[in-house]
């Protein structure tokens, strides 16, 4: 073992440490010192201690090549991530919670944006082809997701944030979507509203339907009439929501309790209301679906529904890292329920 090791910067001209480099300050052989950054038991704490210390004094970083080519693992993960969102804040505190749980794991997270109208599987098949990651994280999952169907098809490890319909179990992190719209309408039926609307996701992805059916279900049991806004979507740009919120308050039948999905949606129709003169909590309610703390700071108050994204973000990260170690996808499931309803 080595005593006295100088573990100071021993490079000159902006030479790249290397392992050789380590090795050489230490007085450890290659192996060793692999196997300590490696965090290898074989190998003594002290010994892992004392290679860890010079390695980042020197400024040691692995080769990922190397390792790519010595183990078939490139210690990257990718995130598909959608560009468009209902939540203000998502990306912030989705990489949030994904960043807390890779951190000291010797995983990175790459991010690959997603627009709503690329085709899904391009990014897919280039990771696949070209082994950019060992694991794939991704959101907005359809009923029927082709991003899915080539990752299972690949034995390729993957977690979903919402569910799909296939009938071979797939790891998945959703929010009970079903459950919130019920919530929602049951908050709106007890304030004495009776003419509900709802602006829902794309029908092709997951959450619309479980959005459809706990908002349609909870209205006709309780009585009241009800609505899906035609012609917008959750993707629509704003002024086009903002248009058919308009339209349907100017009719004579216009609605008076409003189930937002997301905070975006909230806002719009908040300006809506405002628009047409009528005052929130006043002249109609709205419950909204909101994962910052934006809506303490707006008033008149609203009541909001809170969805924690971070913890989605940690417990993807989680699963995935759990998948990658060989956990069956069937026992990689979770559904998180609503939180307590937020209101004035």
């Known amino acids: ?186 908050r709106l039926v007890g304030k004495g509203r009776k003419r509900l609307s709802m602006i829902l996701p794309d029908e092709k992805f997951t959450f619309s339907q479980h959005l459809r059916y706990g908002f349609t279900a909870a209205a006709r049991a309780a009585g009241v009439d009800h609505e899906v806004l035609p012609g917008v979507t959750l993707d629509s740009d704003r002024e086009q929501i903002a248009r058919a919120l308009a339209e349907a308050l100017r009719g004579q039948d216009a609605p008076d309790g409003f189930v937002c999905v997301g905070e975006v949606t909230a806002l719009v129709t908040i300006a809506a209301l405002s628009d047409a003169g009528l005052v929130p909590g006043i002249d109609a309610d709205i419950v909204a679906k909101r994962a910052s703390p934006i809506f303490d700071n707006i008033r008149p108050r609203i009541d909001t529904v809170f969805e924690d994204v971070r913890a989605t973000g940690r417990t993807m990260a989680d699963m995935l890292l759990r998948r990658l170690a060989g956990e069956p996808p069937e026992k990689l499931n979770v559904l998180f329920k609503p939180g307590e309803v937020q209101g004035a």
């Open 1 to 186: 073992m080595a005593r006295g090791v100088d573990t100071g910067p021993a490079l000159a001209g902006g030479e790249k440490p290397t392992l050789r480099t380590v090795a050489q300050v230490t007085g450890f052989s290659v192996a060793t010192v692999s196997r300590a950054l490696a965090d290898d038991p074989r190998i003594a704490v002290r010994t892992r201690a004392t290679v860890a210390e010079a390695a980042k004094r020197l400024g040691y970083i692995p080769d990922r090549a190397a390792r790519r080519l010595r183990t078939g693992r490139t210690q990257v993960l990718t995130l598909l991530l959608n560009t468009e969102h209902e939540f203000l804040g998502f990306t912030h505190e989705f990489l949030t919670g994904i960043t807390e749980t890779l951190r000291g794991t010797g995983y990175s997270i790459t991010v690959v944006p997603e627009d709503p109208g690329d085709d899904r599987l391009v990014p897919v098949r280039t990771i696949l082809r070209n082994n950019l990651a060992d694991g794939l994280l991704f959101t907005r999952t359809e009923t029927f997701d082709p991003r899915v169907r080539m990752l299972m098809e690949a034995d390729f490890p993957f977690v979903s944030h919402g569910r799909s319909e296939f009938t071979m179990p797939h790891p998945f992190v959703d929010f009970d979507n079903e459950a919130f719209a019920r919530e929602a309408v049951s």
